[in-house]
Protein backbone atom coordinates (compact mmCIF):
# COMPACT_ATOMS: atom_id res chain seq x y z
CA UNK A 1 0.00 0.00 0.00
CA UNK A 2 1.61 3.45 -0.86
CA UNK A 3 -0.26 6.50 1.25
CA UNK A 4 -0.08 10.43 -0.20
CA UNK A 5 -1.10 12.85 2.42
CA UNK A 6 -1.30 16.32 1.66
CA UNK A 7 -2.31 19.24 3.36
CA UNK A 8 -3.69 23.20 1.83
CA UNK A 9 -4.53 25.64 4.64
CA UNK A 10 -4.33 29.77 4.04
CA UNK A 11 -1.48 31.71 5.03
CA UNK A 12 1.37 29.65 3.86
CA UNK A 13 1.46 30.04 0.10
CA UNK A 14 0.04 26.40 -0.23
CA UNK A 15 -3.70 26.56 -1.38
CA UNK A 16 -3.26 23.60 -3.76
CA UNK A 17 -1.95 20.29 -3.53
CA UNK A 18 -0.85 18.25 -6.38
CA UNK A 19 -1.19 14.77 -5.94
CA UNK A 20 0.60 12.22 -8.26
CA UNK A 21 -1.17 8.67 -7.91
CA UNK A 22 1.33 5.33 -9.12
CA UNK A 23 0.24 4.44 -12.71
CA UNK A 24 1.97 1.20 -11.99
CA UNK A 25 -0.34 0.10 -8.53
CA UNK A 26 -3.74 -2.01 -9.03
CA UNK A 27 -6.21 0.97 -9.41
CA UNK A 28 -8.62 0.37 -6.32
CA UNK A 29 -7.57 3.70 -4.56
CA UNK A 30 -9.20 4.88 -0.91
CA UNK A 31 -9.36 8.77 -0.22
CA UNK A 32 -10.40 10.29 3.13
CA UNK A 33 -11.02 13.96 2.99
CA UNK A 34 -10.83 15.84 6.57
CA UNK A 35 -11.66 19.18 6.88
CA UNK A 36 -11.03 21.51 10.00
CA UNK A 37 -12.49 24.70 10.84
CA UNK A 38 -15.00 26.30 8.44
CA UNK A 39 -12.70 25.20 5.18
CA UNK A 40 -14.01 24.57 1.34
CA UNK A 41 -12.48 22.89 -0.77
CA UNK A 42 -12.25 21.71 -4.83
CA UNK A 43 -10.89 17.71 -5.33
CA UNK A 44 -10.27 17.26 -9.24
CA UNK A 45 -8.73 14.39 -10.87
CA UNK A 46 -6.94 14.15 -14.41
CA UNK A 47 -5.57 11.14 -16.74
CA UNK A 48 -3.33 13.83 -18.47
CA UNK A 49 0.38 13.21 -17.62
CA UNK A 50 2.87 16.61 -17.87
CA UNK A 51 5.59 13.81 -17.17
CA UNK A 52 4.83 11.05 -20.00
CA UNK A 53 7.79 10.51 -21.62
CA UNK A 54 6.22 9.92 -24.87
CA UNK A 55 3.37 12.32 -24.87
CA UNK A 56 3.97 14.44 -21.96
CA UNK A 57 1.03 17.36 -21.50
CA UNK A 58 2.07 20.32 -20.49
CA UNK A 59 0.22 21.09 -16.72
CA UNK A 60 -0.75 24.76 -17.30
CA UNK A 61 -2.92 22.14 -20.38
CA UNK A 62 -3.90 19.49 -17.73
CA UNK A 63 -7.86 18.66 -18.35
CA UNK A 64 -9.06 18.80 -14.71
CA UNK A 65 -12.51 17.29 -13.93
CA UNK A 66 -14.42 15.44 -10.51
CA UNK A 67 -16.99 13.22 -12.36
CA UNK A 68 -15.10 10.13 -10.68
CA UNK A 69 -15.46 11.34 -7.30
CA UNK A 70 -18.55 11.12 -5.39
CA UNK A 71 -20.91 13.17 -3.71
CA UNK A 72 -20.86 15.13 -1.79
CA UNK A 73 -16.99 15.19 -2.63
CA UNK A 74 -17.64 16.40 -5.38
CA UNK A 75 -18.75 19.53 -5.14
CA UNK A 76 -17.34 22.84 -6.13
CA UNK A 77 -17.04 23.87 -3.29
CA UNK A 78 -17.17 21.36 -0.72
CA UNK A 79 -16.67 21.11 3.07
CA UNK A 80 -17.46 17.57 3.64
CA UNK A 81 -15.03 14.99 5.09
CA UNK A 82 -15.07 11.71 4.71
CA UNK A 83 -14.01 8.88 2.79
CA UNK A 84 -14.31 6.96 -0.51
CA UNK A 85 -13.42 4.48 -2.68
CA UNK A 86 -12.24 4.97 -6.67
CA UNK A 87 -12.07 1.74 -9.15
CA UNK A 88 -10.38 3.55 -11.52
CA UNK A 89 -7.36 5.88 -10.27
CA UNK A 90 -6.35 8.68 -12.46
CA UNK A 91 -2.92 10.03 -12.27
CA UNK A 92 -3.14 12.84 -10.40
CA UNK A 93 -5.63 14.56 -8.19
CA UNK A 94 -5.63 18.38 -7.11
CA UNK A 95 -6.74 19.77 -4.18
CA UNK A 96 -7.83 23.05 -3.92
CA UNK A 97 -8.44 25.58 -0.91
CA UNK A 98 -11.24 27.68 -1.93
CA UNK A 99 -12.01 29.01 1.34
CA UNK A 100 -8.93 30.16 3.51
CA UNK A 101 -11.01 30.04 7.38
CA UNK A 102 -9.39 26.39 8.06
CA UNK A 103 -7.26 23.57 6.36
CA UNK A 104 -7.82 20.44 4.77
CA UNK A 105 -6.29 17.49 4.58
CA UNK A 106 -6.29 14.37 1.94
CA UNK A 107 -4.93 11.09 2.14
CA UNK A 108 -4.53 8.64 -1.06
CA UNK A 109 -3.84 5.05 -0.27
CA UNK A 110 -3.55 2.90 -3.17
CA UNK A 111 -4.52 -1.17 -2.73
CA UNK A 112 -3.04 -3.85 -3.48
CA UNK A 113 0.50 -5.25 -5.67
CA UNK A 114 2.23 -3.06 -8.32
CA UNK A 115 1.44 -4.45 -11.60
CA UNK A 116 5.31 -4.13 -12.53
CA UNK A 117 6.17 -6.21 -10.08
CA UNK A 118 4.58 -9.07 -12.42
CA UNK A 119 7.25 -8.57 -14.69
CA UNK A 120 9.92 -11.56 -14.88
CA UNK A 121 10.99 -11.37 -18.32
CA UNK A 122 12.17 -8.76 -20.81
CA UNK A 123 14.42 -5.20 -20.35
CA UNK A 124 11.95 -4.42 -17.34
CA UNK A 125 12.58 -7.22 -15.28
CA UNK A 126 14.48 -7.19 -12.76
CA UNK A 127 17.92 -8.55 -13.33
CA UNK A 128 18.65 -12.35 -11.93
CA UNK A 129 22.15 -12.09 -9.83
CA UNK A 130 23.56 -15.37 -8.88
CA UNK A 131 23.17 -15.95 -5.15
CA UNK A 132 20.76 -13.40 -4.28
CA UNK A 133 17.62 -15.45 -3.10
CA UNK A 134 20.61 -17.11 -0.58
CA UNK A 135 20.01 -16.20 2.71
CA UNK A 136 22.07 -14.45 4.85
CA UNK A 137 22.87 -11.93 1.36
CA UNK A 138 21.75 -8.34 1.39
CA UNK A 139 20.12 -8.76 -2.02
CA UNK A 140 18.41 -11.90 -0.57
CA UNK A 141 17.34 -9.55 2.81
CA UNK A 142 15.85 -7.11 0.24
CA UNK A 143 14.32 -9.14 -2.55
CA UNK A 144 12.19 -10.69 0.39
Known amino acids: MRAITATVFPGSGNLQALI ?12 QIVVLGAASYWLMH ?7 LVSPVPANQMFWDSSLIPAPFNAAPS ?13 W ?18 IGEHSHSNISMGRFAPPIIAGAMDEGSNSGAMAK
Request: zero cysteines.
Open 79 to 91: NASGSFQIMAAPL
Open 46 to 52: SFDDPND
Open 20 to 31: NIDNYATAVLGV
Open 93 to 110: FRLLLTNGQGSVRATFAQ
